[in-house]
């Protein structure tokens, strides 16, 4: 397959993976997604088949330590009493 960067890049975006290039360097992530969720490769065909195995869900991460504390915290406060 020899498929272009612009389609690949359209690709990706209707499945809801954004890709940038910088140099040789493709870039690939979650929409909105952090530092730890990106994949970065110098293949083309590697970004896309990363990407796609990334929007099934295959490279999804379980919630972050960021989100369970965060729940917690919710859970403390609600049964915290003061006064």
Do not use: C
């Amino acid at each position: 397959m020899n498929m272009t960067y612009k389609a690949i890049q359209e690709v990706l975006r209707k499945a809801g993976i954004v890709i940038s290039k910088k140099g040789e360097l493709h870039r690939i992530n979650f929409f909105s997604g952090l530092e730890n969720t990106a994949y970065y490769t110098t293949s083309l065909q590697e970004a896309l088949d990363r990407g796609l195995a990334m929007a099934r869900g295959a490279g999804r991460p379980q919630a972050s330590a960021v989100a369970k504390s965060a729940e917690t915290g919710r859970q403390i406060s609600k049964s915290a009493r003061f006064g």
